[in-house]
């Protein structure tokens, strides 16, 4: 989704500049078109149209004195900067990082020193202003090698504050305060990423458990719901209070205290033989808690918790641990299943 600017020569909406002959134009006003787009980028709506063209915007009416600012060509961190900066005169450098936000694009790699080399070079900034700095969100700290930015670019690499808000008070003495440094991931925070992670998972899962409804019983789609809500929701709520460091044994604990209930279920049912009993409390044991935490693993890229190094490592490690706990509950499952259709139990 474009932006509301406009280029300065030209009069299209939907603005690329590289197609345009000058630096294209940008304000600091919300509308509430960019509303909706937020609310709707939250709910992941046309997940991957939540985005602008990237390249170079003046903010206000800056001359070759004014600062530069880098920022993701997510609409919501384009639009959080540019409305921090009102009354400001400003250069906002849009990285291409395929609509992800800063913060995730910087653990992905996508926000990085390369892109960020990049887009200097291919937008002319160094033409264009007549200081060598580029104020870089805190957040996108991960992703760029500030010494690598200078010696490639000639560009110095400042590192803003954590909050867009915070930038006039920044600007205005020229450095970030240590509470401005501080990054804190409250609940509030972890909350309003649940919305994406949930809709992105709530379709199959509704097919898997009407389909589980007819094949193994209502209780077996309850399991279905339960693991869903639980790794998409209950997961990044309890991020905090869950022990272990690693996000897929942070899942495995929260699938197996969620998958406890489903197998005491299964495992007093008066009417089944006991080797049935005991396989029938083994299926949610080992299915549930490998699905949460394969689902808390979408939530790595967003948090203080995790590093780029640390997840590839625990995504290595765990992956398989996962794949062969599900596998072997979907085997232990369908053999049930076959019994029960043969009238075996």
């Given at each position: 989704?474009?932006?509301d600017c406009s280029c300065s020569s030209c009069s299209c909406q939907s603005v690329d500049s590289k197609s345009c002959s000058e630096v294209a134009q940008t304000d600091s006003t919300?509308?509430?078109?960019n509303r909706i787009d937020h609310v709707l980028a939250r709910w992941g709506y046309k997940r991957s149209e939540h985005r602008i063209s990237p390249g170079l915007y003046k903010l206000g009416n800056p001359n070759a004195d004014s600062p530069g600012f880098a920022s993701a060509n997510y609409t919501l961190s384009f639009d959080i900067l540019r409305s921090s900066l009102k009354r400001h005169d400003a250069y906002i450098l849009v990285l291409d990082t395929k609509g992800i936000n800063v913060w995730c694009a910087a653990g992905k790699g996508t926000f990085g020193?390369?892109?960020?080399i990049h887009q200097i070079e291919a937008t002319g900034l160094a033409n264009i202003v007549s200081h060598r700095k580029i104020v870089v969100p805190q957040l996108g700290a991960p992703g760029v090698s500030a010494p690598e930015v200078q010696r490639r670019s000639g560009f110095r690499v400042e590192y803003g504050p954590v909050r867009a808000k915070d930038l006039p008070e920044y600007l205005k003495t020229g450095k970030a305060t240590p509470?401005?440094?501080r990054v804190e991931f409250s609940t509030y925070d972890r909350l309003v990423l649940t919305p994406v992670e949930l809709v992105q998972t709530i379709l199959p899962?509704?097919?898997a458990a009407v389909a589980l409804w007819f094949l193994a019983g209502p209780l077996a789609a309850v399991a279905v719901i339960t693991t869903i809500v639980t790794g998409t929701i209950l997961f990044p709520v309890l991020l905090p209070i869950i022990p272990t460091k690693d996000f897929s044994t942070k899942g495995l604990i929260l699938g197996l205290v969620a998958a406890i209930?489903?197998?005491?279920?299964?495992a007093s049912v008066p009417t089944l033989p006991y080797w049935t009993q005991i396989a029938g409390a083994l299926v949610p044991l080992l299915i549930i808690p490998p699905v949460v935490s394969y689902l808390g693993l979408n939530f790595t890229g967003s948090t203080t918790y995790t590093s780029r190094t640390g997840v590839k490592k625990e995504i290595f490690k765990y992956v398989p641990v996962m794949v062969t706990l599900s596998a072997l509950g979907i085997i232990i499952g369908v053999a049930l299943g076959v019994f029960r259709i043969m009238g075996m139990i």
């Open positions: 989704m474009s932006s919300i509308t509430y078109a020193t390369d892109e960020l509470e401005m440094r899962g509704l097919i209930p489903f197998a005491a279920s299964y």
